[in-house]
């Protein structure tokens, strides 16, 4: 379970950041973190979804 949040982790901060980063470091930062955010419920939701 853990790791699937932290691949959800490392892939959402990953796109946010492609995302971002073309309007400057701070608008990288903040949508950096949503998609780490979102990246978070993701493998969460998906470890409950196939191994419980």
Do not use: D, Q, T
Not at 21 to 39: C, Q, R, T, W
């Amino acid at each position: 379970m853990k790791l699937l949040i932290f691949v959800g982790l490392n892939v959402g901060g990953y796109i946010g950041w492609e995302l971002g980063e073309p309007h400057g470091i701070m608008a990288a930062f903040l949508v950096s973190s949503l998609g780490s955010a979102i990246g978070v419920i993701a493998g969460w939701k998906l470890a409950r979804h196939y191994l419980e």
